[in-house]
Every structure is written in structure tokens, then in C-alpha cells.
């Protein structure tokens, strides 16, 4: 009984090992049979993101509130930056919650492959779920800090309106982008480890070229353009308009970016897949 | 096609150096294009020149031209000498590696254990790391809760499950990682050296729950160095070197093949061109084992090496030494040519000497090298005259021990051939 059970399943599927070639195969049936896996990673990585910590969890909370007060102080009173009418401290935090998302996920997806190599050298499985579930562990973070915003908003008097709808939307967003930039990073990071050293100078970089302690009306008209090639740009304002009604024309802004965040996302994916099969060799 | 469950096709992989460093800076990666991208438009200015520096040779093939065929429920011993190539080719059966060349086909569920306890995580606990473990061996989740108990049953460490790992003996580990690993059941189970596993008793569990699996129909390859391992789990045998198969076909076969083909002949032994401005030189060394061309010896064989030394002058107080090294090339005994005959040392006559050294068999299975050195001991100090160091390197293989049989690993390089007599308690002489 048990070998015809196991005959079966033999025939049902003949697996070709052969050097690899193509660009166009994501083998989605696979990472489908392995959904398991992806869901353990995730499991994993939050599970010991906060163990031996005396505060726990507690961190997804006060690095952004932390943040948010400096920014206050140095922003908000010192350099009196505008905040649209908004009391500044929710006007950055709005801004802060997709940003730490953000740069959190890229940071860990793109050391994903070489936190794990020994998994990597050891056994198959689809690769791409590391850098994929170190973004999913982010996202708990996120949802924490969301919390605070929401108590941000009772105190600021902040009414919820349905705008609120399309963040969803915008999350997915900051997630897309995250998983390109992790892609493409995690990949090369296993052949240049001058990863480990651009990334942190790359997130810094993006932090202030984002507009988190200020607004974006800031940049003049003619600079718009290139401003918007930053995909985090119509992603914060995507947040404000969402959380604060700020009004600011969204379209043009947005459709760049989302446009930017869609290429840098497709050609991640092929440019992961292609490398995948060597990242045994060289990790 | 048949009932084949593995057909591979004139595999090969193909490696690359890299210029000794195994990572590639950026740096590198960024003057290289730029001197193709120079070197292009040199191309263009010269034209037809065929002058071009070629890049050097950087590749090697680790395996090349590997073809096979495994039946369902066959369980297979791949054995070799270390950079065989044995390892690479179930790194690319289990698709961690793509092949350069060739193609294979597996029909089937495949499982993997390269290693024991691939991304244990230290700070998980014993329950959180099976879960984890397991499905990185590619179990589902209702399969690791329905053979939960079984795994920790196996284990024997249920009362440390909600501990962290790291808080572990790295033996209980072990037995926690293999546990998960034995109740994996692929069609296809592909295993690396994974079975020294914990203390002995534990190791005999292991191996019987593996004769198990091969008993119950499952298809198996086995890459292991033990070969009273293979040969009690295998019936077919692949024995490969320098990345190409040797042999295939029965175990016993092939483990014969193995022991009495080895690398080549240059390698076995020590030949030094002769120098006559020196007075005295180490000539050859080589083993005197019959036709053997290999250096592998069974572990109950006494060993007799040849050592023949070209002495150009009348010369006064000097030595031969043979230390025997082991796999780290650290000296485990040494050896001088006067210890038995202290006349030695006096004097003797220019020509070509050699010595017949025998070894009782007292090394343990392993990796040894030789090294022979010539002194002359001069009043306060030893001068080195010539000197041959890590050569000929041997093996030494368990081909079925009492030890073996009863699951002791070989802990130490020398195995001293005590006496153990049984003394009658009433007479107080030695029992019948």
C-alpha cells in the first residue's frame, strides 16, 4: 500500500538538474511547495530579533519615538523646518513608520544571504525567501509601531478619514521597494561583500534625500521630477496623504515612483534568479 | 528509462579560482572590465593581431564526465580519497549546486543531509528547532507534529526541549539535529559522513535506524570514508577520483578498487634527483608493499617502507629519522636507524644504503604522511643534512575491526597492541 502511495508520487514528477540558462523562470509552483519554509523563516527571524533583550519587543517602539524626538528637537524647534500646519512630531512620525520599515527590511534583507550561508552551502531550498521573510519579520515592527500612531492621533486630535483606505496600499508599496533594493543587494552581496559597507552610507544617504524632517513642497518645481525617482519619496507622502490629509498633489509623484519601484522590482527578481544557482559556490 | 529514479549524463562542474582570494571585490570586478574593455579597443586598433595576452588558465573541473543510473530502492556507497569530487556531486544531486555540464534526473522527493542540524538556531529551543530543522529538510508542518514524539523519543533529550540550544553539549545537539534528519522520508535520501554522530551507543542507533531506511525500500547514496559503513549498508558502489568514476558497481568491488587504485604513481612515493655536491642525500622513499600502487593499507597490516640514501663521503656521527605525521602534518612518533644498533652512528662507507623500516600495526584509521630527515650530530649541536617532510602520504583503513563491529571510533592515532589475559580468580594463573 504504502510503496503504490509512493510510486505515484514518483511519477507524478521528474525533477532535471542541467546548467543553468534562461532569464525568465521564477519556478512559482516551487515556492509555492515551499510556502512552509517561508512562514518558519519569518517565524525564526522574529521569534530572535528581541531574545536576550531586557526591553523585548518594546524596541519597535522606541527606536521610532526615539527618532521622532530628535527630529523634533533638531527639525521641529532648532531649524524650525515647516510641517504643514501639523504638529511636527506626527508629521514626522507618519513619515518615520514606512521609513524604518523600510530601511530595516533593506538592511536585513541584504545581509540575509550571508547571515545564512551556511544554510545556503548545506541545502536546497528557493533562496529567495530569506531576503523575503527578513522583510515579513519587519513588518511585525511595523504594525507595533503603528500602534502609537494611533494613540499619536487621538492625542493631536487627528480624525481618521477615508483616505486611510489606500494605505494598505502604500505599505505594499514600501514593501516592493524593500524587497527590490533587497534583492538586488542581497545578490551582489554574496559576490562583493562591499555590500556590508555601501548599504548603511546608501540607507543614510536615502534618509535625508526622503522627506521625513521636511516636506516635500521644499524642492523647487523643476527638480520635482528627479525628486520623485526616489521611490520612499511618493511612498511618505503617500502616509500623509493617507494618515494626515495633507494635501499635496499625489499623481504625478506617485506614478513615478511607483513606476521607478516596479522596474527595480522586476529586474531584481530576474537578476536574483539568474545568480541564484552560484550563490553556493561563491557564498 | 526503466525504473531509473537517478539518471545522471556526463555531469560535470566546472570551478573557478579566484586568484587565490575566494571573495571578488568590486575593485577587481570593475579593472577587469575596464581591461577588456582597454583590451577591446586594442583589439580594434590592431585588427587581425592575435598577440593578445590570453587570460591564464583559472578553472578546474571538479567533476567531469559522470554518468550513472540508480534503481528505485538501491542504496549506493560513493566512496574516493578527499577532493575526489564526492561531495560536489551530491551537492549537485541535491541541487544546492547547479552542474556546469550534463543533466540528471531525479524522479521524486529528494532529502538532503549534507550536514547535521542545518539552521539549528542557537537561541531557539530543542522544540522550536525541530520545527524549524525540519522544515528546512523539507518536511511539512502536520508531518513534523504527527512524528513529533517519535523525533524527541529518539533523541533522548525530552526534558531539555524547552531549552535553548545554545545551552546544549554539543553531543545532545547532534542527537536532537540527527533524530529530526532520521525521520525524514524522501524517496530519494542522499547523505554526506553524517553518521559519527554522539556517543557510541547513539551511533549504533543511528546506524540501525539507517539500515532501516535502506531496507525499507528508499533509495540512498551514502558518501562516507568508513568503509565498514558502506559496506554494511550497500550493495552498489561508486568509487570516484580525480572527479571521474572509477568504478560502479558492487560495494564490496568497489571498495577493493579503491584500496588498490590511489593517486598517481609520483605522488605515492619520494624520488629526489641526485646532487653530488652533497655528501649525503635522501634518495627515495617509497612503500614496499607488494603490487600495491596505492598507499592504503588495512588497519592490521604492518607497513614497510624503503628508504635509500646516497652517502658521497666518509661521514661520522650521523642519523636517519622516520617520523610517521599525522593528518595535520604534526609528528606522532619519530624513529632513528640507531636506536636498535648504536654502531651505526660510528661510520659508513659512500654509496647508495637502504633501509627496510618496518611498522608494526599500531596506526589508527586516518590521514599519515612520512617524513625523513639525515642529521649529523655534531658536538653541541644536530645539523640537518637533507630532509624529505610530508611525503608519501597514506591511509589507513578499518577493513572490519572488533572495534568497528562494536561502534568505538578510532579516538587516537596509535592503537598500541596491548595484551589482555583473563586470570582465573582461584589459581591466579591465566584462564584456558
Known sequence: ??????????????????????WLNLRMKELWEFRELLYFLTWR??????????????????????????????????????????????????????????????????ASLISNKHMISKIYFPRIFLPISSILSSLVDFFIAFLVLLGMMVYYEIAITWRILFLPAFL????????????????????????????????????????????????????????????????VNGFRWAILGQSIELSSLAIISTSVVLMFFISGLFYFQRMEQTFADLI | MGNHIIRAQNIGKEYRYH???????????????????????????????????????????????????IKSGESVGIIGSNGAGKSTLLKILSRITAPSEGKAYLRGRVGSLLEVGTGFHPDLTGRENVYLNGSILGMRRTEIDRKFDEIVAFSEIEEFLDTPVKFFSSGMKMRLAFSVAAYLDPEILLIDEILSVGDTAFQKKSLNKMENVVQDGRTVLFVSHNMAVVRSL???????????????????????????????????????????????????????????????????????????????????????????????????????????????????????????????????????????????????????????????????????????????????????????????????????
Not at chain 2, 22 to 48: H, P, T
Not at chain 2, 378 to 383: D, M, Q
Not at chain 2, 398 to 423: C, F, Q, T
Request: proline residues 6%; hydrophobic residues 40%.
Open chain 2, 19 to 69: 586568484s587565490g582570494k575566494r571573495r571578488v571585490m568590486l575593485r577587481q570586478a570593475l579593472e577587469d572590465s575596464l581591461k577588456s574593455g582597454v583590451n577591446l579597443m586594442r583589439m580594434k586598433a590592431k585588427s587581425q593581431e592575435s598577440s593578445m595576452p590570453k587570460m591564464p588558465q583559472s578553472t578546474f573541473w571538479a567533476l567531469r564526465n559522470i554518468s550513472f543510473e
Open chain 1, 45 to 110: 527571524d522574529i521569534k530572535v530579533r528581541y531574545k536576550q533583550t531586557f526591553l523585548g519587543a518594546a524596541w519597535a517602539i522606541i527606536q521610532p519615538i526615539i527618532t521622532m524626538v530628535i527630529f523634533s528637537i533638531v527639525f521641529g524647534k532648532l531649524a524650525k523646518l515647516p510641517s504643514e500646519g501639523f504638529p511636527y512630531p506626527i508629521f514626522t512620525y507618519t513619515a518615520l513608520l514606512p521609513w524604518q520599515l523600510f530601511s530595516r527590511s533593506l538592511s536585513d534583507a541584504s
Open chain 1, 1 to 22: 500500500m504504502k510503496k503504490k502511495e509512493c510510486s505515484e508520487r514518483i511519477e507524478q514528477k521528474e525533477i532535471l538538474l542541467e546548467p543553468p540558462r534562461g
Open chain 2, 234 to 432: 550497500c550493495t552498489k558502489g561508486i568509487f570516484i577520483e580525480n572527479g571521474e568514476i572509477k568504478y560502479l558497481g558492487e560495494m564490496e568491488k568497489a571498495i577493493e578498487e579503491y584500496l588498490h587504485n590511489g593517486d598517481t604513481q609520483n605522488q605515492i612515493s619520494f624520488v629526489a634527483n641526485a646532487n653530488s655536491n652533497r655528501k649525503i642525500q635522501i634518495m627515495a622513499v617509497e612503500f614496499d608493499n607488494e603490487t600495491r600502487r596505492s598507499n592504503r593499507f588495512p588497519h592490521d597490516q604492518s607497513l614497510r617502507i624503503k628508504i635509500k640514501i646516497a652517502i658521497r663521503k666518509n661521514l661520522y656521527r650521523f642519523s636517519v629519522s622516520l617520523s610517521i605525521l599525522d593528518k595535520k602534518l604534526n609528528p606522532i612518533s619519530t624513529s632513528y636507524d640507531f636506536e636498535k644498533d648504536e654502531k651505526q652512528l660510528l661510520s659508513r662507507s659512500p654509496g647508495l644504503h637502504t633501509y627496510l623500516v618496518k611498522v608494526p600495526p599500531i596506526l589508527t584509521p586516518g590521514r599519515y604522511s612520512l617524513s625523513v630527515r639525515i642529521n649529523q650530530l655534531g658536538r653541541k649541536r644536530v645539523n640537518l643534512k637533507d630532509t624529505a617532510e610530508g611525503i608519501c602520504p597514506f591511509d589507513i583503513y578499518d577493513i572490519g575491526s572488533p572495534r568497528s563491529r562494536a561502534n568505538i571510533p578510532w579516538s587516537e592515532n596509535l592503537s598500541l597492541p596491548l595484551d589482555w589475559i583473563l586470570m582465573d580468580s582461584t589459581t591466579g594463573k591465566p584462564e584456558k
Open chain 1, 172 to 235: 505594499l508599496l514600501a514593501v516592493i521597494s524593500a524587497l527590490a533594493a533587497g534583492l538586488w543587494l542581497s545578490a551582489l552581496n554574496v559576490r562583493y561583500r562591499d555590500i556590508k559597507y555601501v548599504t548603511p552610507f546608501l540607507l543614510r544617504v536615502w534618509l535625508y534625500a526622503t522627506p521625513i524632517a521636511y516636506t516635500s513642497s521644499l524642492i523647487p518645481k523643476e527638480w520635482e521630477l528627479v525628486y520623485g525617482l526616489n521611490p520612499m519619496v511618493g511612498i
